[in-house]
T-cell receptor, first 113, second 115 residues
């Protein structure tokens, strides 16, 4: 079983729609969860971090964490073409150093006008 | 506030050569991590340094090494380059190496091509 798994893409949504990105992780004791956005040819850029169960909202982005189900998601409301990128879910496992993140393979999102 | 700075940004090396990549973390950040990103394997952790000490290491051969200096700047070295080492090498920094509440930020990366 992979440490972090993301829903396979690519995901394509029309402009203005809600994009839903999902991620599951294997280590039940994981404590820190991150979503990064990576444009083609660029480095990952942090979008959201979440540490507690529930929802965390930041502008058009909402991260949701359910530790019991070992599930974390990212919702993008009012999707824009500029949101087209690969979204990476990352998890920091229990007992590990912060810099040691486990990444999913990413979900490629395309928002069409 | 300047972000994580990596040099060089692009380089081409020949099989068998060695390469050194440099990383300057965000000011005040003391932890530096290195990752390799390839289309086939995704993002894979190489190692992490804090206060000049390696705190964590991924599953890479001994050809991959790193170090951190007293000013928190870090370098990684790959010796005896192989074609499969062609990748984007990413450096990330954080305030500390502890968990929850801290975040790591990536630099723009160094694109290495081995021919």
């Amino acid at each position: 079983q992979k440490e972090v798994e993301q829903n396979s893409g690519p995901l394509s949504v029309p402009e203005g729609a809600i994009a839903s990105l999902n991620c599951t992780y294997s280590d039940r004791g994981s404590q820190s969860f991150f979503w990064y956005r990576q444009y083609s040819g660029k480095s990952p850029e942090l979008i959201m971090s979440i540490y507690s169960n529930g929802d965390k909202e930041d502008g058009r982005f909402t991260a949701q964490l359910n530790k019991a189900s070992q599930y974390v998601s990212l919702l993008i409301r009012d999707s824009q073409p500029s949101d087209s990128a690969t979204y990476l879910c990352a998890v920091n496992k229990r007992g590990s150093t912060l810099g040691r993140l486990y990444f999913g393979r990413g979900t490629q999102l395309t928002v069409w006008p | 506030k300047a972000g994580v700075t990596q040099t060089p940004r692009y380089l081409i090396k020949t099989r068998g050569q060695q390469v050194t990549l440099s990383c300057s973390p965000i000011s005040g950040h003391r932890s530096v991590s290195w990752y390799q990103q390839t289309p086939g394997q995704g993002l894979q952790f190489l190692f992490e340094y804090f206060s000049e000490t390696q705190r964590n290491k991924g599953n890479f051969p001994g050809r991959f090494s790193g170090r951190q200096f007293s000013n928190s700047r870090s370098e990684m070295n790959v010796s005896t380059l192989e074609l499969g080492d062609s990748a984007l090498y990413l450096c990330a920094s954080s305030l500390s190496t502890g968990d929850a509440g801290n975040t790591i930020y990536f630099g723009e990366g160094s694109w290495l091509t081995v021919v």
